[in-house]
């Protein structure tokens, strides 16, 4: 079984920054995929973004260039550095973990950014 934590989350103004983190624990295989997704008010569920343990990574259109995602294997921790924050990028943000075609979810992280 795999526990994700989220931290980081909070107010923000336009413009401003945050620094998410996932810290996973348990049975972890050295190959898997860590990323983030989240949900707005009255939206769907969006990939936000997401990093293979070797190190490539993708992003949605509405955050690249603004959003970086990171990790440290030895840690088994991933970050999501979110610049230039937006209105729009209020959502509860989730950490999860994709390895061995199992997926696994953290709680959440509210993230509110408004002037």
């Known amino acids: 079984q795999v526990q994700l934590v989220e931290s980081g989350g909070g107010l923000v103004q336009p413009g401003g920054s945050l620094r998410l983190s996932c810290a996973a624990s348990?049975?972890?295989?050295?190959?898997?995929?860590m990323g983030w997704y989240r949900q707005a008010p009255g939206k769907e569920r969006e990939l936000v973004a997401h990093i293979v343990s070797h190190g490539d990574t993708s992003y949605a259109n509405s955050v690249r260039g603004r959003f970086t995602i990171s990790r440290d294997n030895a840690e088994n921790t991933a970050y999501l550095q979110m610049n230039s924050l937006e209105l729009e990028d209020t959502a509860v943000y989730y950490c999860?973990?994709?390895?061995?075609?199992?997926?696994?979810w953290g709680k959440g992280t509210l993230v509110t950014v408004s002037s």
């Open positions: 348990g049975r972890i295989f050295s190959f898997n995929v």
């Open positions: 999860y973990l994709r390895a061995m075609g199992m997926d696994y």
